[in-house]
């Protein structure tokens, strides 16, 4: 069972908003940077936010990411139908009994 | 183009051993702190290991401390997975990944599949 909690479904129509939550404790999103990533099913998980809220370069800037106490939030703005994936946040953990790095239980996108 | 490609997965039967690798190419393995992480059929993923890029700090989730090593060979550049006393739960999609600034892992291996079962 994961230690960061997601909501484990959310949906809009295409060009909507979505709002991904992310939410953990002081041991891990007290004292650390989080990552976010996009799965399509069947393949590999994709990069999208690092330290928080920056994107890689190959990232558009309709993903953002923010982090406030011990949540952390993924928005996806223009909502498109190439971004129905599953998506997972991940931090590292100084509470070594959780596993040092941790990601959250997942979350899936569904375009209306 | 920086790539891994993870290879070496297969049906083995409970208590069975296997050694997993992962083949960098595009930048130098060595260069970078590295992972494996696991994502059982319909579940999410879960991370599994740790080298520095010094290659002298190892780190593992409970899960599979004592069972599984991680190892590297610089002259390969290769990372590698050795999983042994293997369970039924292990049955997973195994990816290598690479971390980046923040703890992020920026690129992705495009996994292989262990099959744990009788």
Do not use: H
């Given at each position: ?15 909507q ?75 590292w ?16 996108v569904?375009?209306? | ?17 296997l ?57 390969k ?5 050795q ?36």
């Amino acid at each position: 069972q994961s230690v960061l909690t997601q909501p484990p479904s959310v949906s809009a129509a295409p060009g909507q908003k979505v709002t991904i939550s992310c939410s953990g404790s002081s041991s891990n999103f007290g004292n650390s940077y989080v990552s976010w990533y996009q799965q399509v099913p069947g393949t590999a998980p994709k990069l999208l936010i690092f330290e928080t809220n920056k994107r890689p370069s190959w990232i558009p800037d309709r993903f953002s990411g923010s982090k406030s106490g011990t949540s952390a939030t993924l928005d996806i703005t223009g909502l498109q139908t190439g971004d129905e994936a599953d998506y997972y946040c991940g931090t590292w953990d100084s509470n070594l009994s959780s596993g040092l790095y941790i990601f959250g239980s997942g979350t899936k996108v569904t375009v209306l | 183009e920086v790539q891994l490609v993870e290879s070496g997965g297969a049906l083995i039967q409970p208590g069975g051993s296997l050694r997993l690798s992962c083949a960098a190419s595009g930048f130098t393995l060595s260069s970078y702190e590295m992972d494996w992480v696991r994502q059982a059929p319909g579940k999410g993923l879960e991370w599994l290991s740790y080298m520095s890029s010094g290659g002298n700090t190892k780190y593992y989730a409970d899960s599979v401390k004592g069972r599984f090593t991680i190892s590297r060979d610089n002259t390969k550049n290769s990372l590698y997975l050795q999983l042994n006393s293997l369970r039924a739960e292990d049955t997973a999609v195994y990816y290598c990944a690479r971390e980046s600034n923040g703890y992020a892992f920026d690129y992705w291996g495009q996994g292989t599949l262990v099959t744990v079962s009788s």
